[in-house]
């Protein structure tokens, strides 16, 4: 995770996260952390709330019967939980999200799993059009605890340079 502060008063400072577009190189891997354990509790109020209505996710003896003998985590948590796991350190200062691409997950999530994640940079260009800001493409890996790689996915940001921030302009 990138902190830095800024100071905006006399003794105060201010915790800044992220990274600007001059802080991205091709090749780097940033580790994400603290991991997350996810609960029954997160699995099922998510799949509500989402409308998902599959009884996999939540109905304990419905999947006692599928090939998995347990409920599984919902995809779309797992998805949003490695996503935000990075936002601290790659996407902060995000201006947008501009696609999310290649997403698998070749191994299931279960209540009770731990998961850590990791970022890879595999491009960085200046915008064409907005002079102030550049284009960053990642993957994101998503291991448990154990290792064993439970999503992939890569996600296209639009980034501002040093000095274009909202947080640089604005006493957020």
């Known amino acids: 995770m990138v ?4 100071k905006v008063g006399e003794n105060r400072y201010r915790e ?5 577009l001059e802080d991205f190189k091709i090749g780097d891997i940033y580790e994400h952390r603290p991991g997350r354990t996810i609960t029954t509790y997160d699995n099922t109020a998510f799949t509500l ?42 996407s902060q200062k995000t201006i947008a999200n501009l696609g999310w691409d290649k997403v698998t997950m070749p191994n299931p999530v279960f209540n009770g799993d731990t998961l850590y994640a990791e970022s890879e940079v595999l491009a960085v260009r200046e915008s064409k059009s907005r002079p102030s ?15 064993e790689v439970v999503i992939t996915f890569e996600r296209i940001m639009l980034i501002p340079k040093r000095g274009h921030a909202v947080d640089d302009k604005t006493n957020y």
């Open 49 to 90: 709330l989402t409308m998902n209505q599959h009884p996999l996710h939540f109905d304990e003896e419905y999947a006692k019967n599928s090939e998995f003998k347990q409920p599984l985590v919902n995809s779309c948590l797992t998805l949003s939980i490695v996503a935000g796991m990075s936002v601290s350190d790659v």
């Open 133 to 147: 800001q550049g284009i960053v493409t990642i993957r994101t890996i998503g291991k448990k605890s154990t290792g």
């Open 3 to 6: 902190a830095n502060s800024k």
């Open 16 to 20: 800044s996260y992220g990274r600007y």
